[in-house]
């Protein structure tokens, strides 16, 4: 039997991923419910796909620029202007809130599923990003007023990359167990982040 090209199985992925939003479209409906149901189906439930056999050392900076791309163009849809007024809002529910929703998984994933605390801490740093390809269909979908939209429009944009920060530092944390040389890389992380925004 003759292996199919990888190319072969992109377009189909690509045909596949257009389909879900179609549907979704069509429904109603996030379409990050039919995309991550199909790519469920198709990876774990079937083992049709093995995305680190078919893609190697490829895997991670294709999904690093496909959560760029996602990010990049969830803060081109931000307005300064929307933000006038809740400002204090959405500061708070980008800090305070990821805290909280952060310390709260961690606690549920230890006392109540069971994982150790390290598990626990980094499901919950994990499970505390919205993120807009979750915020925006949501919005669409229950078309709040204008003000709760615009807050949870750039709550959901900044939350995104704090989160995955928060993420990486404790699984560096965890990792290495050496509190203070993650905390050192997470520092530079956010400087870089930081400079290269402004620029």
Known sequence: MHEIPLALILAALFGLGAVCQWLAWRLRLPAILFLLLCGLALGPGLGWLDPDAMLGELLFPLVSLGVAVILFEGSLTLRWREARGAGRMIL?????????????????????????WSVAL????????TGPTVVMPMLRSIRPSA????????????????????????????????QTDSLRVFALAIGAGVVCGGA
């Open 122 to 129: 980094l499901f919950g740093a994990i499970g505390s990003v």
């Open 147 to 178: 003000r709760v939209a615009n807050v949870l429009r750039w709550e959901g944009i900044l939350v995104d990359p704090i989160g995955a920060l928060l993420a990486v530092l404790v699984y560096a944390v965890i990792a290495s167990g050496q």
């Open 92 to 116: 708070h529910l980008s800090s305070i809130g990821v805290l909280v929703t952060w310390g709260t998984l961690a606690a549920a994933a230890h006392y109540i599923v069971g994982l150790n």
